[in-house]
């Protein structure tokens, strides 16, 4: 029963040290299993005329993201609902986590109207254009 339960081994071996792999293993002991999992992975590149954003949200249905903007800000949110149903299961260990993710990002500069969003494989795409660059209004004043 005991060889199923996972564990944790040190990292004592200056080859295979990470200090990214530190941090998320300190942050795992202070705040335990469930700690600080209100986020998930996001890259962002920029492809010239428009940014994409892909968003991991794995095990996720389409209706279970919600995008929304408001005030210059886009805030991706998906939650897992709980299956109570599971309370007389006779589990050993239990890690899949139920709740929910929230992350927002700032956009000012994004044509808000013209941000699409796909979802395929457990990422979430977001193509964002950029505004087109204002031309600075300039006018001749005539001489009275």
Known sequence: MFEIIPFERRRNQVANWDPFREFDEMERR??????????????????????????ELPGFNKEDIKIDIEDGRLTISAEHSSDEKNEKDNYVRRERYFGSYSRSFDITGIDEEAIGAEYKDGILVLNMPKKAPEQPKARRLEIQ
């Open 30 to 55: 202070f705040w335990g299993d469930r700690g600080m999992q209100s986020a998930f992975r996001t890259d962002i590149t920029d492809t010239g005329d428009a940014y994409k954003l892909e968003a």
